[in-house]
Every structure is written in C-alpha cells, then in structure tokens.
T-cell receptor, first 112, second 112 residues
Framework: DAGITQSPRHKVTETGTPVTLRCHQT?????MYWYRQDPGHGLRLIHY???????DKGEVSDGYSVSRSKTEDFLLTLESATSSQTSVYFC???????????FGEGSRLTVL | KQEVTQIPAALSVPEGENLVLNCSFT??????LQWFRQDPGKGLTSLLL?????REQTSGRLNASLDKSSGRSTLYIAASQPGDSATYLC???????????FGKGTSLLVTP
C-alpha cells in the first residue's frame, strides 16, 4: 500500500481547458503539498494544506487553486490550462518540521 | 527564502567507488534536512532525514551529515552499485518557511 496516490497519472489537454488533479492519502496526515517539477527548476511548491479547508500559497501558485474538503483528499485545479503549466506534478504528505515527507508517483500533464 | 544548491549536477563513477554528493543551504536556521532518491519517471523516495539537533544519519551504505554552521550537508555512498544510479535530491525545511525547499539534484550514473 503506497499510502499516497495521485490521479490521473498522465493527462493531455488543450489550452484553456480546466484540469483537476487528485491526491489521496490513507495515513491521516494533516499536512499535504502540491509541487511541480520542471527541468532546470527542480521542485517548486504550488500550494499546501495544513488541515481540512486550510490551505495556503506556495512560490508558484498563480493559475492554480486547491481544495481540501476531507483529510484524505487534496485537489489541485488549473482553471484554464496554459502551455506553461505542462509539467510533472507531485503530491506529498507529512509535516516536514517533525519528520519525513512522503511523495506520490507524480502526474504528468501536457497542455497543447 | 531558503536556497538549496547541489553540486555536482551530474556525476559518473565506476562501480565500487565511494562517492560524496554535496548540498548547501543559505538559511542555517533549519528544522531538518532530507535526502531523496528519484528514479526516471518515478516519485521521490526518502533516504535519510537529519533533524537539526543531529550531525548525521546512516542507513546501510548511505551516510548523511549535517553542518548547520557552514550550511552544508553531504550524502556519502559507500561501494557504489549500478542500482544506485538515480537523481539524488536534498531538501531543507527552515523555520522561516512552511515547506521543504529543494535543490535541483545530482544525477548519478554508476557504470559496471
């Protein structure tokens, strides 16, 4: 059991289309994160959540929104996808202050 | 903002060599530092977590050290194997931030 899963794993969409990525965890972690990974930039934080309905922005949050209605689910939404949002998106869980972060397998998004 | 740098960006060594990967960070007020491994097309796997009160952590052939005063961490891999080929990422969590800040990684190739 991976403990944290992402869906979909791969998606191709067109510019201007809304896209939602889902992150699901079974470990009851309070903190969850969305990162994007791009060549030359490494991993950058998009948004994070510190509890149900409690979210905050990261360093690259423009064009993204998130929601967390249940502890186990953290959704990332691109309201109107752009080509610059083509990336690999990673979800993570765990509180970095106290311990390790655990990552999902990633969702590869291509915006044409 | 915590800046994390990893040197070298890429490294190729023959099997059996001992090697050191370097990580530096700008904010010495860190809670912890975590090393990850990432295989192509995969998520991040946590290797070692060093809390700010610790100087090193060991797991099998891996040893990670932390020197907060100099802003540096090293990952030592003993007796490298082809299966160690992957990208290694370090990430620091400081008390001036809210999430892990990542370096861009070192791509390691161990040749038979």
């Amino acid at each position: 059991d991976a403990g944290i899963t992402q869906s979909p794993r791969h998606k191709v969409t067109e510019t201007g289309t809304p896209v939602t990525l889902r992150c699901h965890q079974t470990e009851n972690h309070r903190y969850m994160y969305w990162y994007r990974q791009d060549p030359g930039h490494g991993l950058r934080l998009i948004h994070y959540s510190y509890g149900v309905k409690d979210t905050d922005k990261g360093e690259v949050s423009d064009g993204y929104s998130v929601s967390r209605s249940k502890t186990e689910d953290f959704l990332l939404t691109l309201e109107s996808a752009t080509s610059s949002q083509t990336s690999v998106y990673f979800c993570a869980m765990g509180h970095p202050e106290g311990g390790e972060l655990f990552f999902g397998e990633g969702s590869r998004l291509t915006v044409l | 903002k915590q800046e994390v740098t990893q040197i070298p960006a890429a490294l190729s060594v023959p099997e059996g060599e001992n090697l050191v990967l370097n990580c530096s960070f700008t904010d010495s007020a860190i809670y912890n530092l975590q090393w990850f491994r990432q295989d192509p097309g995969k998520g991040l796997t946590s290797l070692l977590l060093i809390q700010s009160s610790q100087r090193e952590q060991t797991s099998g052939r891996l040893n990670a050290s932390l020197d907060k005063s100099s802003g540096r961490s090293t990952l030592y891999i003993a007796a490298s194997q082809p299966g160690d080929s992957a990208t290694y990422l370090c990430a620091a969590y400081s008390n001036s931030g809210y999430a892990l800040n990542f370096g861009k990684g070192t791509s390691l190739l161990v040749t038979p």
